[in-house]
């Protein structure tokens, strides 16, 4: 007899995010050994004692950390990938059904809240730095070389243009 997949997307069911990454995965790696909490002291004085609560700050430094490591170039992209992502999520203590900061609360708060501080990028920087001690980013400089080559519809046309030289530098931290 022939078996077919049971629509089972409507069910109850009790599950554990930390059963979802896997031993060896840095994101693993990265909650047990870098410490967040640096964060709220740096923070502090940027939020009002009144109002409704804000997003974590950890959070939103952790989202962007997502997004370094992993090669996430936009915000809005940012946000999906952490809604698409099991991982992401589990990292961030997010669970299934709870909501993802929207993108827009990143350029927000740049805009508006640290807009004459440099303290986002020194937080995002000592993060980097966290990251590089305990082992998962060397801070090595990369490099790429590449040949630009004109599009031709003759094969017998091809011709070479100017080499471009193209240098990534991660700064090495002490």
């Known amino acids: ?29 990265i909650k047990e050994k870098i410490d967040f909490t640096f964060i709220y002291e740096k923070m502090e004085k940027y939020y009002s004692k009144l109002g409704r609560k804000s997003l974590d700050p950890v959070l939103l430094f952790k989202m962007l950390l ?54 986002f990028q020194e937080i995002f920087d000592h993060i980097i730095r966290l990251c590089i001690e305990k082992g998962f980013d060397t801070g090595d400089v990369i490099v790429t070389d590449s040949t630009n080559i004109k599009a031709s519809a003759a094969k017998d046309k ?17």
């Open 66 to 119: 997502l997004g370094y490591l992993f090669n996430i170039e936009s915000e809005r992209e940012l946000e999906q990938e952490v809604i698409l992502n099991i991982g992401y999520r589990w990292l961030l203590g997010l669970d299934l059904s709870g909501p993802v900061p929207d993108h827009s609360t990143f350029s927000q708060n740049r805009r508006r809240r640290f807009k004459d501080s440099s303290v």
């Open 1 to 29: 007899m022939m078996g077919r997949k049971e629509d089972s997307q409507n069910k109850l069911e009790f599950i554990d995010l930390n059963d979802f990454v896997p031993s060896n995965h840095i994101l693993r790696q």
């Open 158 to 174: 091809v011709q070479k243009s100017s080499c471009r030289k193209i240098t990534f530098t991660i700064p090495k931290y002490s």
